[in-house]
Structure formats: structure tokens, C-alpha cells
């Protein structure tokens, strides 16, 4: 029996607890309305109806179920309302009902959501293995094995104990009974549902608990299912439970302008209405009042409210298309405030949810939001994953194939499976997972061939490529985002287009660092799984950061004025040998000729020469900024070609991303080029960004375009370029 069952839904406050909410304006159903449970309660005690007709305590149920599937078969419901009756009879709620209203109730609420029969089946049944003496061989004898795995998954839940000590691994074990069918999450939903609209004989400790966990856990997961319609009243009942004055305050609120005489969202709705209906759009228009939470949340951001603050106005067209011809004429009839627009058609949110959001400004200032959608999208904004059907129908497009099609999966759901698959333990996965779905916000990045990823806000291109590749990321070098380069930390916004750059080498590892930038469970999983199962590397990984920070501050070191011309971190000009005279020609005859450290040419550059003291020729590149420097000067030119031999010295730059084994990879491509390094300098990273610079020596300047190719084929190096001309000559 469910622990938070309690007593039933009644007007007024809770007994020692806080008032109920209540609803802004008309209800939500106001066609029918909510179930008395204290009537379906004396009709359970009178027991189950003839085998030939439904059971009165059902009718509910079957009206709302008739409503979104005409030709539903009823019989397993009257079978499964039968066995359930049965069941319980003489197990009463903490109220003094009998507890068949419980599983009616919940039943109710998936009816009018638009679950299929066998969820409904399922629901009615849905404590009678764990409270009763059914069994799952009877469910699965009775009703087939398809409710029998659904009542099964149930009853894995209500054994969850949500207690801090056991919270990671239990909720591991929810998510994967839940996982293989959302219809169980779906079920255990309005089964907190209820049982929150019946906290009211709960201890106040009691209910603060039970009111946090479905804070914490359960609104969260409703609102990746997509599930609206029971997130938005999860919502306002824990509101009341966790925060009762702002609550009572909301309330008060909510009522006094519901007492105004004049009512702006209804005569927006009226010009909307006159609109459309001259631009010959079929559409019905109505008034969505927001829930105590929207309310709240309105009040704290835009301070004292306004009328249109309190509801917002829902135009329901019957195709896509429509959506946009609604937008275009009220753009052009009335006032759009741009800003306010967004597209939830063309870029689906992460949880199935699509709408046009816009609004509209009125003359005395008041803004009211108007969101339009067709009645498809409506049905799956409020009601999610619930309306898609059974996912174990066969594909519309190949009845025979056989294969399970399962719409009731969106991205987040199959992303929390393969992260709870590959999470190394219980605490990790919980911890990442609780910090997605803290996340208040998804935005939408794209690739460069028009697909789309969509990530929390304030993720980074390490998410992206982990939302992409999979543990392949582990692969990924850099990244751009909209066509300039960029790390992997860098934190992306709704809208970038993201390429991501991605090495050849099947043995890729990624880097600890990554960790400080993943945001996304995925990522953090996928890194955390692989460091886990390579100690050694990761260990090396930890030696190669320590000796990386003691470079760095060895290279942040003040340095003697003079260099070892054969050590790492030396500056260029101040460690460039002075090579043989036959590399250049001077018209100055007998003079010493020494190629100048500030722009180290190269045989072909277009060369000049400039006396120094000691009667020697310094060669520089005539673009040097030192050559216009000395010419301003009045310093005279000295003629200097290049000479036969072909050997030189050359500096480059190497610009890339941080990775570990870089430098090493770096070298040993330059030595497979015959290249022999003079010097080297390893500027300490920014922003998982480094430079380094070499001065080289090679045996022939024709090596040079090979060289250069060559470090630019290093996974992780972007760019590979001549060092550019200094401004201190030579």
C-alpha cells in the first residue's frame, strides 16, 4: 500500500498543513469534473457491477478514456476494475475510504491525459501485487504479459526508498524499471499525483518529505517526459507544502484579479478571435490561466502585476502551417514584441514540447503571450510521452517487421539510460544526474550538416562532442563554433553552430581537465568511465598536469638575458646560432653575414642585408618590421643573396589544443621530417589553448612545406606558421 496514501480530496485546508491549491480560474477539465472519491467509494463497497455492463465506479474513467479512443475496447478495463475490487476490499485509506478510489483515481488521471488501454489496465492494478494476494503469473494469466511487466515496474517503484542513505542506488533501480517502458513512470506519476493531493493527514514532517522528493526527482523527470499537465499541479502542491506564505500570497493574488470587472487577456482574445477569422484561419482561442508557480515567478521578475501577467492565450490551429499564418497576421495587425518570439516547431524542445511563443503589445503598455500550436502538439505538451500510444505497436510503414517501435522514448530519456549503464557507481551517476536535472533551461546547437544537439544551458563543446559522438568524443581535438576556432571549453549559446573537430587516432584519451568543463551526465560519465578503466593513463595524466604546471611557472620565471642555445624555454632571438657564410651572399666583400633571429629567413624569401657593428651583415626578410625601422633611420641597405647552399634555420610557430603526449607527438614529427631542434619555447596554456615556437635546423629549405605539414597532421595542432617578423632588428 502506498505510503503517501492519505485521505481524499476535500475543499478547504489541510489539517495541520497549508490550503490545497486551488485553480486560477475554470479548470483545466472543466467538462468533467473531478472525480468525488467519496462516491466511488460507497459504489466499491456495494461491489463489482454484472459481468454485462461497467461498473458505475468506472464511468469516469471510461468517459475520459472514450474521449480520446472511440474504439477502445473496454473489457479489460471492466475485468481489471473487477480483480482490483476484489483485491482491496477491506483495505481502507488513512481517511476511512476504501482504497479502491486510490488506483481509481490514478486511473482517472492517465484517462484524461490520453493513455492507451493498457496503461489504464495496468493503473487499476497497480498495488494489488504488492498489497494484495495477486500475483504477477495471475496479472500475466489474465491480462497478458504486456501489463503484467507494466505492474511489475510499478511495484519495483513503490519499494523505492527515497532516504538520503539509499537514494543513489535505488533511484538507479527505478530508472531501470522505468526505462525499458516510460508508461511505468507514467503510472507512478499520477500515482505521487494523488497521493499529493491527499497529504492532508500526513505528520507536516511527513509531508515537507514527501513534497521535497517530488521537488527533487519527480517534477523534474515529469518535465523531461513532457508531461505538463502533472508537472504544472506537482508544482503548485509542493509550493503550498514547501512555502506556505508565498503561497497564501500568490493566492490572494491570483484571486483579486480574478474579481476584476474588466479582463485585458479576454479582449486580446476577442481581437485575436476577429483576425483570424477575417484572414480565414480556422483556430479556437483561449485563455490559459498560469498556475500559482508561474505566477510566483512572474511577480518576483517584472515586480507589481499587471492583468495580462496572469494568463496567457493559446491559439489552437489544425496544421503546421497554420501555426505561421496565425503568427504572420498578428505581427501585422498588432503590435509583436520580437524579442518574445521563439520557435518550438521548427527546433522541438528536448522533451517532445513544440508551440510558437510571441507576444503582443497593447496601447496602455500591458504585454500579453500568446502561444499557438496545432491540437496534435497540444495533446503532447500537456500530456508528453502519455499521448504517444503503445510503444509496442508495430511501425505504421512495415506492420510486419516485428520490431519493438517505441515513441514514448525521447532523446532524454534513451541519453539516461546509456548514462546509467555506463556510470562507474551509484553515487556518481546520482550526483550528475541530479545536476541535469537542476537544469532549468536546454538550448539548441547546430551542426555544420543542419542537425541539431540539444544541451542544458551552460554547456560546453566538451558536452557537444559527448552529445554527438558518444565515447568516440574521446577522439575530439577542438572544435569551432560558428566557423572560428574555439576549445573545448568553451561554453556554447542557444543558436551556435558547433564543428568539432576530431582526431584519427583509435587510442585517443580524454583528458582529466575535460572533467572541469563537462556539464552534461553524458560527458561526465563517459570521461569519469574511461579514466576508471585506465588507471595507469590517468595516472600518467595527473604526472604530465604537474610537470605542465611546473613549466608554467618555470616559464613565468624571470629569464637571464642570455640563453642556452639547446634548452627548452629560450627565447628565439636570443638563441638563433649564427649559420656559415655560404647560406648568404653579401656585396660587401669579406664581411661576416649572419641571418637575423627576429625573423629567421629561409632560402627563396626575398631578402635584405644591414650593416652592424663589427663590420658584419645581419639578412632579414624585407618585411620585417625591423627593415623599415633601419631604412627610417637613414641605415644604408647592403646587397645579399642567397648562395648555393640550401641548409637553414627556420622559427615556427605551432599553435594547439591542450591534450596529453602533444608535445612528444609534436617532436617526434618534426624528427621524422630531419628537422633538429635549437630551441623550443612552450608558453603556458590559456584557455586549454598553447603556442609553441621552434627554431629549427634542416638540411635542405625545400624540407620546409613538408615539415610544416607534418606538425599541422598532430592530433590536437591547428595551426603550424612562420614566426612573424619582430619589431627589434638585428
Known amino acids: 500500500m502506498s505510503a503517501e496514501a492519505t485521505n481524499s480530496v476535500t475543499p478547504g485546508p489541510m489539517p495541520g498543513a497549508v490550503s490545497a491549491p486551488v485553480t486560477p480560474t475554470a479548470p483545466r477539465r472543466k467538462a468533467r469534473p473531478r472525480i468525488d472519491l467519496r462516491r466511488l467509494g460507497r459504489a466499491a463497497l456495494l461491489g463489482p457491477a454484472a459481468r454485462d455492463r461497467l461498473p458505475d465506479a468506472i464511468s469516469h474513467v471510461v468517459e475520459a478514456h472514450r474521449a480520446h479512443h472511440p474504439e477502445a475496447d473496454l473489457e479489460p478495463l471492466r475485468h481489471a476494475y473487477v480483480l482490483a475490487e476484489s483485491s482491496h476490499r477491506g483495505q481502507m485509506r488513512k481517511s476511512g475510504e476504501p482504497y479502491i478510489t486510490h488506483p481509481l483515481a490514478v486511473t482517472l488521471i492517465l484517462a484524461e491525459l490520453g493513455a492507451e488501454t493498457t496503461t489504464l489496465t495496468a493503473s487499476l492494478l497497480h498495488d494489488t501485487v504488492e498489497d494484495t494476494d495477486v500475483t504477477l503469473d495471475q496479472v500475466r494469466d489474465q491480462f497478458g504479459e504486456e501489463v503484467r511487466y507494466l505492474v511489475d515496474g510499478v511495484t519495483k517503484l513503490e519499494k523505492?526508498?527515497?532516504?538520503?542513505?539509499?537514494?543513489?542506488?535505488?533511484?538507479?533501480?527505478m530508472l531501470v524499471a522505468t526505462g525499458n517502458d516510460v508508461r511505468v513512470m507514467s503510472i507512478k506519476l499520477a500515482d505521487r499525483l494523488h497521493n499529493m493531493r491527499t497529504l492532508g493527514v500526513m505528520r507536516p514532517e511527513k509531508q515537507e518529505r514527501i513534497a521535497k522528493v517530488t521537488r527533487d526527482v519527480l517534477i523534474p523527470l515529469a518535465e523531461r517526459l513532457g508531461v505538463q499537465a502533472l508537472k504544472t499541479e506537482l508544482e503548485d502542491l509542493v509550493f503550498a507544502i514547501l512555502h506556505p506564505e508565498e503561497y497564501a500570497h500568490t493566492r490572494e493574488l491570483i484571486v483579486r484579479n480574478a474579481a476584476r470587472a474588466d479582463d485585458p487577456l479576454a479582449e486580446v482574445a476577442d481581437e485575436v478571435r476577429t483576425v483570424l477569422r477575417e484572414a480565414g484561419i480556422p483556430a479556437e482561442?483561449?485563455?490559459?490561466?498560469?498556475?500559482?508557480?508561474?505566477?510566483?515567478?512572474?511577480?518576483?521578475?517584472?515586480?507589481?502585476?499587471?492583468?495580462?501577467?496572469?494568463?496567457?492565450?493559446?491559439?489552437?490551429?489544425?496544421?503546421?502551417?497554420?501555426?505561421?499564418?496565425?503568427?504572420?497576421?498578428?505581427?501585422?495587425?498588432?503590435?509583436?514584441?520580437?524579442?518574445?518570439?521563439?520557435?518550438?516547431?521548427?527546433?522541438?524542445?528536448?522533451?517532445?514540447?513544440?508551440?510558437?511563443?510571441?507576444?503582443?503589445?497593447?496601447?496602455?503598455?500591458?504585454?500579453?503571450?500568446?502561444?499557438?500550436?496545432?491540437?496534435?502538439?497540444?495533446?503532447?505538451?500537456?500530456?508528453?510521452?502519455?499521448?504517444?500510444?503503445?510503444?509496442?505497436?508495430?511501425?505504421?510503414?512495415?506492420?510486419?517487421?516485428?520490431?519493438?517501435?517505441?515513441?514514448?522514448?525521447?532523446?532524454?530519456?534513451?541519453?539516461?539510460?546509456?548514462?546509467q549503464e555506463a556510470a562507474s557507481d551509484p553515487d556518481h551517476f546520482w550526483s550528475t544526474l541530479r545536476e541535469d536535472l537542476a537544469q532549468d533551461r536546454e538550448i539548441t546547437v547546430f551542426r555544420p550538416d543542419g542537425g541539431t544537439i540539444g544541451l542544458p544551458e551552460g554547456a560546453t563543446c566538451v558536452d557537444a562532442a559527448y552529445a554527438q559522438y558518444g565515447e568516440d568524443a574521446h577522439a575530439c581535438i577542438g572544435a569551432r563554433v560558428n566557423g572560428r576556432l574555439a576549445t573545448l571549453s568553451t561554453v556554447l549559446k542557444d543558436g551556435d553552430t558547433v564543428q568539432l573537430l576530431m582526431g584519427q587516432d583509435p587510442a585517443s584519451e580524454p583528458s582529466r581537465e575535460w572533467l572541469e568543463h563537462a556539464h552534461t551526465p553524458g560527458a561526465r560519465i563517459a570521461i569519469q568511465r574511461w579514466l576508471t578503466a585506465h588507471p595507469a593513463q590517468a595516472e600518467a595524466q595527473r604526472t604530465e598536469a604537474r610537470q605542465d604546471r611546473q613549466a608554467e611557472e618555470r616559464a613565468a620565471a624571470p629569464r637571464p638575458a642570455t640563453g642556452d642555445a639547446s634548452g627548452t624555454g629560450a627565447a628565439p632571438e636570443q638563441t638563433s646560432a649564427r649559420p656559415a657564410t655560404g647560406?648568404?651572399?653579401?656585396?660587401?666583400?669579406?664581411?661576416?653575414?649572419?641571418?637575423?633571429?627576429?625573423?629567421?629567413?629561409?632560402?627563396?624569401?626575398?631578402?635584405?642585408?644591414?650593416?652592424?657593428?663589427?663590420?658584419a651583415v645581419t639578412v632579414h626578410r624585407v618585411?620585417?618590421?625591423?627593415?623599415?625601422?633601419?631604412?627610417?633611420?637613414?641605415?644604408?641597405?647592403?646587397?645579399?643573396?642567397?648562395?648555393?647552399?640550401?641548409?637553414?634555420?627556420?622559427?615556427?610557430?605551432?599553435?594547439?589544443?591542450?591534450?596529453?603526449?602533444?608535445?612528444?607527438?609534436?617532436?617526434?614529427?618534426?624528427?621524422?621530417?630531419?628537422?633538429?631542434?635549437?630551441?623550443?619555447?612552450?608558453?603556458?596554456?590559456?584557455?586549454?589553448?598553447?603556442?609553441?615556437?621552434?627554431?629549427?635546423?634542416?638540411?635542405?629549405?625545400?624540407?620546409?612545406?613538408?615539415l610544416m605539414r607534418a606538425m599541422r597532421n598532430v592530433a590536437g595542432v591547428y595551426d603550424v606558421s612562420r614566426a612573424q617578423p619582430q619589431t627589434q632588428g638585428g
Open 583 to 615: 647560406h648568404v651572399l653579401a656585396d660587401l666583400t669579406d664581411a661576416t653575414v649572419r641571418l637575423a633571429g627576429c625573423c629567421t629567413p629561409v632560402p627563396r624569401d626575398e631578402i635584405t642585408g644591414f650593416s652592424v657593428r663589427g663590420g
Open 285 to 419: 482561442v483561449l485563455i490559459r490561466p498560469r498556475h500559482f508557480v508561474s505566477v510566483h515567478r512572474v511577480s518576483r521578475k517584472r515586480g507589481r502585476l499587471r492583468g495580462s501577467d496572469f494568463g496567457r492565450l493559446l491559439v489552437l490551429v489544425n496544421e503546421d502551417a497554420d501555426c505561421y499564418g496565425v503568427l504572420g497576421e498578428l505581427h501585422t495587425c498588432m503590435t509583436p514584441v520580437v524579442s518574445e518570439f521563439k520557435d518550438f516547431i521548427a527546433v522541438p524542445k528536448f522533451n517532445l514540447y513544440q508551440s510558437l511563443h510571441t507576444a503582443v503589445a497593447r496601447e496602455n503598455g500591458q504585454v500579453v503571450e500568446v502561444l499557438i500550436r496545432t491540437h496534435q502538439m497540444h495533446k503532447v505538451a500537456e500530456a508528453g510521452v502519455v499521448a504517444l500510444g503503445n510503444p509496442y505497436a508495430p511501425a505504421p510503414e512495415d506492420p510486419a517487421d516485428g520490431e519493438r517501435v517505441d515513441p514514448t522514448r525521447p532523446g532524454w530519456l534513451s541519453r539516461l539510460l546509456d548514462w
Open 623 to 706: 618585411e620585417c618590421a625591423a627593415v623599415a625601422r633601419m631604412k627610417d633611420a637613414g641605415r644604408p641597405e647592403v646587397g645579399v643573396r642567397w648562395g648555393d647552399t640550401t641548409e637553414c634555420r627556420v622559427t615556427l610557430v605551432a599553435e594547439s589544443f591542450v591534450r596529453p603526449h602533444l608535445l612528444a607527438d609534436l617532436t617526434e614529427a618534426m624528427a621524422l621530417e630531419g628537422a633538429e631542434i635549437v630551441s623550443a619555447t612552450v608558453e603556458p596554456p590559456t584557455q586549454q589553448q598553447v603556442r609553441h615556437t621552434y627554431t629549427v635546423q634542416l638540411p635542405d629549405a625545400a624540407h620546409l612545406p613538408a
Open 160 to 173: 523505492v526508498d527515497y532516504g538520503a542513505a539509499a537514494e543513489s542506488e535505488t533511484f538507479r533501480k
